[in-house]
């Protein structure tokens, strides 16, 4: 069954259900004009509720539940059930007209009407609106369960990500490009190509030659973002053992260099220093 399938209309359904089953325990008749030796029966006659009439209970108030249920039951399946050739959510909904039905008619044929009766003639109308409006009323066709926001990504991948974010928009001259990114002071920033304009047309960007063409050796490490999965410290390129900074989680850092199995990494500030610890980072 899938609860995420209801809507408000469904909710109505359930709240007016609930409110029929109290009504049900509610005292079916109000007091009478009587006095004299007809008030001890007149008590008495208070003390009644649905409950002590079997046609009462089951045509008004466990029909309107049952109805109720089929409704709920017929929305969360995956696949619709019939009973006698009819819907589960049809046979519902001609269920709770059929309750409303009957205790309108209660109503009026009971001399005294009691709180039980009442509110259970009203929670049946309300049930049979809501029945019938749901599939047709857009207000009521809105998911009653709404799906979790998604939880932001721990290394600050959105949109807006700020720093070193390897698809975010670079402003020129400010903080530090990334691979194959927006050019910086009128340079390519890691391996991007300069365009030269003629006549004050930009001139299409030169395909870059291969290795082979160039005759050159293939390239040993190409700079990378990467981000860290827990705060790791960032050593002096000297060899000092007091790390000069500290690289944060949900934050892009830039690989300018590899040294073994350290790799050498740029901080926002421009600062470059040694990761010696470099499991579980994730590439950009």
Sequence with gaps: MNIRSLTRGDGVVIGAAVLLFIASFLDF????????????YCAEADTVNAWDTLSVVMSIYLAGVIAAVL?????ALPQPRKIAGLDLGQFGVALTLFAAWTAFWTIISVGSAGPGIIIG???TLILAGAAVASPLVPALQAKLITAPAASPSPYNTGANA???YPGAQQVPGQGYGYPGGPQQGGQPSYGGQPQHTQGGQAAQPAPAA????????????????FAVPVARPLYGEDGSPTPIAELAPG???LAVEQRGQALIAQ???????????????QRG
């Design 251 to 253: 934050t892009w850092y």
């Design 71 to 75: 409704i709920i039951v017929s929305r």
């Design 29 to 40: 008749t109000g007091s009478a004009n009587c006095s004299g030796e007809l008030a001890k």
């Design 121 to 123: 003639l009203i929670a």
């Design 162 to 164: 700020g720093y070193g």
């Design 267 to 281: 901080t926002q500030d421009g600062r470059r220093g040694v990761l010696q610890d470099t499991t579980g980072i």
């Design 210 to 225: 291969t290795d082979q063409q160039a005759g050159a050796p293939a390239a040993e490490f190409a700079p990378f973002w």
